[in-house]
């Protein structure tokens, strides 16, 4: 069973940085994509930022610049680095997985999901 874990949300006050982190589990293959989706209130689920197995990044266009994905592949752990963050940032973050050659830029990439985690920016 794979089993994909959160961690790291909270509270930040607009300007402020957060670290989120990944744990996966159970992936039965090396060659897998992790990506961060986010849904704010009263929002469709969205992309923000991915991490491919051969190594490549992508990032949405409303966080490029600001965050900063990374991976260990040793540990099957990828990190999300958010850095001068904005009350538009605000949202639930979850964290996806992906068996298939393509790298995760949507939703239709993802075959596992956690539960997500809250990241609130407010002053």
């Known amino acids: 069973e794979v089993l994909v874990v959160e961690s790291g949300g909270g509270l930040v006050q607009p300007g402020g940085s957060l670290r989120l982190s990944c744990a996966a589990s159970?992936?039965?293959?090396?060659?897998?994509?992790m990506g961060w989706f986010r849904q704010a209130p009263g929002k469709e689920r969205e992309f923000v930022a991915s991490f491919s197995w051969t190594g490549n990044t992508y990032y949405s266009d409303s966080v490029k610049g600001r965050f900063t994905v990374s991976r260990d592949s040793a540990k099957n752990t990828m990190d999300l680095q958010m850095n001068r963050l904005k009350p538009e940032d605000t949202a639930i973050y979850y964290c996806g997985i992906g068996e298939s050659f393509i790298a995760i830029r949507s939703d239709a990439e993802v075959d596992y999901w956690g539960k997500g985690i809250r990241v609130t920016v407010s002053a």
């Open positions: 159970g992936v039965t293959t090396s060659m897998y994509n």
